[in-house]
């Protein structure tokens, strides 16, 4: 009887242990934040910068895929995340009104710049956005755009129309390379253009230059090239299986005093990349 106690005693232990295997991973995953976000806080550094700080004081971990905003607020209207980071207020806000996103909160601002070879082919150094644009256009000089829907695409394409333009599209000076920021930049050098792209991104590509890239910054200042960063929390009533909780929780807390003074002391070359502005 003692034998059989004892088997049976083991049996039962083995038992609790596998529900405890079992269970662990389940909570490790309910603990697991998963965010569609821009390219540029990736490329950026940025979120590898926080996502420690975030799991350090939530206990969170964060996880997230990297797109252009349209396909980012594509993604969470898919349920295939709990959260965005995006920078295309229009899109976002009618994202939001139709019913896919909720809680939607400012975070962050840079701008976008105008960058080119140092020689400055088109002449447009000193001009504002819209004159620049348009000599671009009338000199027909290379013009490398993202082509994809992405915030700073959506950005570009909102500034040919206010210069009083079409949309260039199949133009030969005009070229789309439907890739991320840092990519289209290189490609922009490899064919002596000029590319429109966020501070923050350009100072990444600064940096992984040394300080000395092959493009420079042409064109800057002009208050229409304000860039807002904004999250999003994916609606819970179109998608059920959206963490809610944990999105409140990275929305409290990237809105936080004390993680906007973290976003401020990012820098790179001793540049700050985002200003925090969280009201």
């Not at 540029?40 to 990297?66: C, H, R, V």
């Not at 002449?123 to 490398?144: H, P, R, Y």
């Not at 070229?175 to 991320?180: A, E, F, I, M």
């Not at 920021?181 to 991104?201: E, H, N």
Request: proline share 4%; charged share 25%; glycine share 8%.
């Amino acid at each position: 009887m003692r034998k059989h106690g004892i088997r049976l005693g083991a049996a039962a232990l083995g038992l609790v242990l596998a529900l405890i295997l079992a269970v662990g991973p389940a909570q490790a995953a309910d603990k697991t934040l998963m965010m569609a976000t821009t390219t540029s806080t990736d490329n950026t550094g940025l979120l590898d910068y926080l996502a420690p700080k975030f799991q350090e004081d939530t206990g969170i971990e964060l996880k997230w895929s990297s797109m252009g905003t349209g396909k980012a607020l594509q993604f969470g209207r898919d349920c295939n995340a709990d959260i965005l980071l995006v920078h295309a207020p229009e899109a976002e806000k009618e994202y939001v009104e139709e019913g896919s996103g909720v809680d939607r909160r400012e975070v962050m601002y840079n701008d976008f710049v105008i960058i080119g070879p140092p020689s400055d082919p088109a002449g447009v150094k000193g001009m504002d956005v819209k004159e620049a644009l348009s000599t671009i256009a009338e000199k027909s000089v290379v013009f490398v755009s993202r082509g994809d829907e992405s915030g700073t695409n959506k950005k570009e394409q909102s500034l040919w129309t206010a210069a009083g333009m079409e949309l260039p599209d199949k133009q030969d000076w005009y070229v789309q390379t439907g890739q991320g920021m840092l990519k289209t930049i290189l490609v922009a050098s490899d064919r002596d253009g000029y590319t429109m792209t966020d501070r923050g991104t350009f100072i990444k590509y600064e940096a992984e230059n040394n300080g000395e890239p092959p493009l420079v910054i042409i064109v800057e200042g002009d208050e229409t090239l304000f860039n807002q960063y904004s999250v999003i929390t994916v609606n819970p009533e179109k998608c059920p299986s959206v963490k809610t909780d944990l999105a409140r929780t990275f929305s409290d807390w990237i809105t936080s005093e004390k993680t906007q003074k973290v976003i401020a002391e990012f820098l790179l070359l001793d540049k700050q990349l985002f200003t925090p502005n969280a009201k």
